[in-house]
């Protein structure tokens, strides 16, 4: 399935799921925030196909989607998003160890 059609899909599931989606243009990735007590999730329309499926899929997977509905080729484009976005905390910055920034043990706070 072509991100076109999975973006698509996954913003009919956000809508059901009771999430508002909107598309912007700006200096920022995007993803879920909460505005006047309402779920949004602010797409860059900028970024590319694959960048707004990965912050989509984050929203979902941030969302009670337990019983969604979703058409296999969605469900395997946000199973692929999942790993690789597992995959990057992992390898990223801030999947602890001493390059993370954070706290370590014996240092003090």
Not at 8 to 21: F, K, N, Y
Not at 31 to 56: F, H, I, K, T, Y
Request: aromatic fraction near 2%.
């Amino acid at each position: 399935m072509k991100p076109p059609a999975v973006i698509a899909a996954l913003e009919d599931a956000l809508g059901q799921l009771g999430v508002r989606v909107r598309r912007e243009r700006g200096p920022f990735r995007g993803g879920l925030c909460v505005v006047d007590g309402e779920e949004v999730v602010v797409v860059n329309r900028a970024q590319p196909p694959e960048a707004q499926v990965a912050v989509l899929a984050e929203a979902v997977r941030a969302s009670d989607h337990d019983g969604l509905y979703l058409r296999p080729a969605v469900r395997a484009a946000l199973d692929d998003a999942w790993a690789a976005a597992d995959a990057g905390r992992a390898d990223g910055p801030d999947a602890g160890g001493p390059d993370a920034g954070g706290v370590e043990d014996g240092d003090a706070a």
